[in-house]
Every structure is written in structure tokens, then in C-alpha cells.
């Protein structure tokens, strides 16, 4: 919990180190806000300055996505932290979903990146379109979060049926899609209609290998059409909390597993490897502290020790 005492050495305390030598202010205040006792309010005021006029958010919150441009992944992002703080509500949160509105497609869904970025930097695993479709990738986490903070906003009612409809027809996925259908189920406020889902979906990601059960036979699982070398998700990147439907998916030693693999992959320098497609060397840097404190905060929900250590 938040004022955690570190040992030298430990794993908290190495993240401690990594984190004041690379990360953004945001991200420091958000790992004082989780693991040093810090205020929300340092954590809110830090993601201040990604806010647009238009009540979206850009200016690269998400590293993927350069420039001061709006878009679906830099609100998803905002979402999640506010919902951290538990500030997911308020005046700030319907200017958010009026700018959802403006962003979706016709079928009231997000597409992962609008044409305006077109003069920006992004990620070349994002594709620029003129005319780009729904997507459940950024669609879900938003809806999913926006529904646990009981959120009512008359943009969600399409967005939900949209989530809804792709979830429950997926019938060839990926891992970063099922992580946001995820997002999605664990808000989602039908809890019957959800765990169904669930129960079909994790099928889905057994039977066609998309998560890596055993960390020692990773050549094993296929990387998806698309994906870095390497780049492959793991039991503990779909259940990233204990109360996640995604937890059912996996027996208690594949997720003991996976959680030993995570705290394993804690680097020399105190944080974790990011295995996306390194494109940019501001993007990179930029993303190690979020999967650094992503990896802490998974580890913490599930009784894992952060503050002992032997030390190197």
C-alpha cells in the first residue's frame, strides 16, 4: 500500500531509483501517489497539462502517439489514472465523453487513431487511415472504466452495444484486443451477460494460444501476425488483479508462473523490458516507467513482496 517502507535493494527500492532517473513527472507522481504515501493531488495536477480544449487528451500522454493531437489511446490512458485517483467523474469527465462523441465512428464507436494526427509522429503498428474503423482495442478500456465509476453519458449506450457485439462474436483475436475485452467485462455492469463472456473468451485464448501459459516453453506460443519478436502476453497481463474475470482462465500454478516470470524480468536499472516495436527513442524511454509501475501494482494485488530484498 501507498508509504511502503524499501529495503535497499529491493524491488521496490530499485523502481524507486529507475523511475527519478527516467520517468515523466507524471509518472513519478503517480509512483509516489502508489507506493510513497504521495497526494492525488500532485498526480491530478501532473496530467493537467495533456488536457485539450476539446476536452480530449494528447500531446503524447500515450508515448505511441506524438504531437498535441486528441486521440482515443491518450483518453484511455487518462481514464485509467483518474480512476486510480478515483476522480472519474465530475465535469471534466462529461467534457471527455461530448469529445468521445466527436471522435467516433458512425457506428458510436473509437477507432485507435483519428486522421487529425496526420501531421504528427505515431507508431507505425498504428496505421494512419482516412477513414479508420471501431475498434474494441481502444473502445473497450474506456467503456470499461467509464461504467466501473458509473458513469452515464449518452455516448456510451452505442459504445456499449459495440463492445458488446464484437466481444461476444470474436471468433480469431489477439492479446492485446482480448486485454481490452477484458477491460471492458471487468466494468461492465451486466455481471451475468459479463461472465459468460468471459467463460467464452477465455476458451477462445486457451485453444488458440494466445497467452503464454508456461514462461519456459515461450517458442511454443505463436507471436500474433504483426507483433515485435518476442512480443507475447502473459497470464498476469490479462488478470492484472486478483478480482479480474480473467483470473478464472488460469489454474493457480500457471498464474503462480506468470507472476514469477514478472518479477523475474525487473532489469539492472530497476525497471521492466518493454517488448513493443522500438520506433522511437523518446517512446521507449517514456513507456518503461508505466510498465514499471503497471508490473508493481500487479504484483502488489497479488500478496507478491515489493520491499525485501537481498540487494545487488
Known sequence: ??????????????????????????????FAYHFL????????????PYLNPDGGYGHALDPDLRGPVSQPLHSAYALRVLD???????????????????????DGALPVLRPAARDYPGAPYHPLLDDPPSELLTTGPVVGVLHRNRVWHAWLFRATDYC???????????PYEIQAAVDFLDGAPDRSRALAAADRLGRLVREDRLV??????????????????GERLF???????????????????ELARSLD?????????????VRRR???????????PIAAIEALLTLRAYGRPLTTGRGR
Open 1 to 30: 500500500m501507498p508509504g511502503d517502507e524499501a529495503s535497499p535493494g529491493s524491488p521496490l527500492a530499485r523502481a524507486e531509483r529507475f523511475v527519478w532517473l527516467t520517468a515523466r513527472v507524471l509518472e513519478q507522481r503517480r
Open 37 to 48: 504515501g504521495g497526494g492525488a493531488d500532485p498526480v491530478d495536477a501532473a496530467l493537467g
Open 84 to 106: 486510480s485517483l478515483g476522480r472519474c467523474a465530475g465535469q471534466r469527465v462529461e467534457r471527455l465523453c461530448r469529445h468521445l462523441t466527436q471522435a467516433s465512428t458512425p
Open 164 to 174: 458488446w457485439e464484437r466481444v461476444e462474436t470474436l471468433r480469431r483475436s489477439h
Open 212 to 229: 503464454v501459459l508456461d514462461p519456459g516453453e515461450q517458442d511454443a506460443y505463436p507471436v500474433a501476425p504483426g507483433y515485435a519478436p
Open 235 to 253: 497470464p498476469h497481463d490479462l488478470a492484472r488483479r486478483p478480482e479480474s474475470l480473467a483470473r478464472g482462465w488460469f489454474t493457480d500454478e
Open 261 to 273: 516470470f514478472l518479477a523475474a524480468e525487473q532489469q539492472e536499472d530497476g525497471g521492466w523490458p
Open 278 to 288: 522500438a520506433w522511437a527513442p523518446g517512446s521507449s524511454l517514456e513507456r518503461r
